[in-house]
């Protein structure tokens, strides 16, 4: 699948998406206000649509309900012939994906913002395909520097071979945010608050791109996936044990090789018997445990983003 | 339970439930690794078996899946001839005793007439619950299973001592008890137009005063406690109680004179 290039016209069409998940509350809340008052998605040279992604898991306040929403826009689930049987996520990927895509085609929108939390002490994590998306890395940076005092860290999840399966990979560009952490089924003013500043962050960056500012190369330091971790595990698949003390709430800070990291019922500790410091996140995430995922390892590296084309500014009002 | 009295027999059967709530993960592993290996839970001269109470539930990861069962343990629901064979069947209890607690305990006291609901506990003759958190639905955390952990011990520790003639003198303990739930703020079609303000996040059990804000709506507005009362909210933002309409529970701290008690076996 191709990654289209940075952007060389101002972008017109985007949308923010909440509720991918029915019960990470930020982003339910944030789209089932905005599509009744949109008015603070507008900029002078594009409005943002609100999406409100996953409506049948948001009314029963679930994750999902047949399968993950943001697991299901592969091009297997997204072209394959429709069936009465289909879970109700695959039918609503191919919804959103004729609304906001199709995926890889010139017709896509040019931009999504997916909004989640995570049960994880992820903080303000900022998810993006890769460090060649030369536009999100640029908005990435944006956030970072307007908001020093959130130390947002960016996770860029793309594995060589692997399609993404995101709903933000339908766009054009896509970002998502990943706030936490925040329990399933709570809202919490605080992150409420800073879920819906970095959304109006966002959208103010796409309008001073499309006003013709200029972007300068840049270095920057992310991470990137290297691998998951299970939770011990019984024979018959129950847990044995839980993340560890020192490692729960640690997430990208660096785990050396023989530190701990899970505690078993019976008392002892597991220790981790990797060969090279990781940076492990999504640490005992709620909706990870069917996964089989404790906690994902990432490793950090640092890289140049080239500049960004400056465009020449829009003629306002363009709506 | 306003007062303590002297027991007429020993303590002989506990039972300790998890998994009341299928995705309150703490006594659901608990309960699964005692059912390998209960003998951190054994006293002599004592039965305890510790029980998951709503298996569907757990294997599911939620709280429940037609009902709380932690809300039907009444005579409606169980029928008098049930409760009555109940009673005469088992004692049940989970019980802790603050003072031999080294971490805070705080006590909720769910005594009042409406207000009150039928736990699955309430078919003992010394129900208790331990609540610990914050920790997320489908999370276990290791520091909460560690607290939980303690708790049960110095619970079971408890009744061991009280069998062996202990006495325990009067004391005199401070309680919460429940006033009045609070709904969040709707619009009118019933959904939530405000959340727990910043300053009430995270602050059970901290005095609520008059004029203190409560609730901070989507528009930026900040609502506060009215009345010239001033109460000690707990369970706020609990996830499990949006759709029961609680924000949170007012409760008002009063202290409680317990007389001794002493097994009466020795």
Redesign the interface.
């Known amino acids: 699948m191709c990654s289209l290039p940075v952007p060389r016209e101002p972008l017109r069409r985007v949308a923010v998406t909440g509720g991918t998940h029915g019960n990470e509350m930020s982003g339910v ?1 944030l789209a ?2 905005w599509l009744q008052a949109p008015a603070e998605l507008q900029r002078l040279s594009f409005s943002a649509v609100p999406v409100l992604a996953n409506p049948a898991a948001t009314a029963a ?1 679930r994750r999902y309900v047949d399968h993950d929403l943001n697991r299901a826009f592969t091009s297997s689930f997204l072209n394959s012939r429709p069936t009465p049987d289909d879970p109700y996520e695959v039918t609503r990927a191919r919804e959103l994906n004729q609304l906001l895509g199709p995926k890889a085609s010139g017709r896509a929108f040019d931009f999504v913002l997916d909004l989640h939390n995570t ?1 994880a002490n992820m903080g303000t994590c900022l998810i993006a395909k890769s460090s060649h998306e030369v536009f999100a890395m640029h908005l990435c940076r944006h956030l970072q520097l307007r908001y020093p005092e959130l130390s947002c860290q960016v996770f860029l999840y793309q594995r060589s071979g692997e399609e993404s399966y995101n709903l933000d990979s339908v766009a054009k560009n896509g970002l998502a945010l990943e706030l936490g ?10 992150i ?2 800073r879920m819906r500043t970095l959304v109006a962050t966002v959208l103010d960056f796409i309008e001073l791109f499309n006003q013709g500012t200029a972007f300068p190369a840049f270095e920057m330091e992310a991470y990137r996936p290297v691998g998951v971790v299970d939770f011990p595990r019984t024979d018959a698949g ?2 044995a044990g ?4 020192q490692l ?1 709430d640690r997430d990208f800070q660096p785990l050396q090789p023989g530190a701990p990291i899970f ?1 078993m ?2 008392g002892e500790d597991l220790l981790y018997d990797g060969e090279s410091t990781v940076y492990p996140v999504f640490i ?4 990870y ?2 996964k089989g995922i404790a906690f994902v390892q990432t490793e950090k590296f640092t890289f140049t983003v080239p500049a960004m084309p400056v465009l020449n500014p829009v003629p306002s009002p363009a709506f | 339970m306003t007062s303590c009295h002297i027991a007429e027999e020993p303590i002989k059967k506990v039972a300790i439930f998890g998994g009341t709530h299928g995705n309150e993960l703490t006594g659901v592993f608990l309960v699964k690794h005692w059912l390998e290996n209960g003998a951190e839970i054994q006293r002599t001269g004592l039965e305890v078996k510790p029980f998951i109470a709503n298996p569907r539930a757990v294997k599911k990861c939620a709280r429940y899946i037609d009902c709380d069962l932690n809300r039907i343990f009444d005579l409606e629901n169980l029928g008098e001839q049930n409760i009555r064979f109940l009673h005469n069947k088992k004692d049940v209890f989970d019980f802790f005793q603050t003072s031999l607690a080294p971490l805070p305990c705080y006590i909720y006291l769910i005594e009042h007439p409406s207000l009150k609901y039928a736990t699955t506990r309430s078919i003992a003759k010394y129900p208790v619950g331990i609540e610990v958190g914050p920790q997320p639905q489908g999370v276990l955390r290791a520091d909460i299973l560690d607290q939980m952990r303690k708790m049960i011990k110095h619970a079971l520790d408890f009744i061991h001592h009280f069998n062996e003639g202990k006495e325990f003198p009067p004391c005199a303990i401070e309680v919460y008890k429940i006033i009045e739930k609070v709904d969040y703020p709707r619009d009118e079609n019933g959904e939530i137009a405000a959340v727990i303000h910043p300053n009430l996040q995270d602050q059970d059990w901290k005095p609520l005063h008059p004029g203190d804000p409560m609730f901070l709506t989507l528009d930026g507005k900040t609502m506060s406690l009215g009345g010239d009362c001033t109460v000690y909210p707990v369970f706020v933002n609990e996830a499990a109680y949006y759709e029961k309409k609680e924000a949170f529970a007012k409760t008002t701290k009063l202290t409680l004179n317990a007389k001794s008690i002493r097994c009466s076996v020795h």
């Open positions: 809340y089932q206000h306040c049960t952490p925040q329990p399933q089924g709570v809202l919490r003013a605080d409420f608050s129950n847990l839980t993340v560890h003390p729960q505690q019922f019976s005992n995430e709620a909706a445990y069917e």
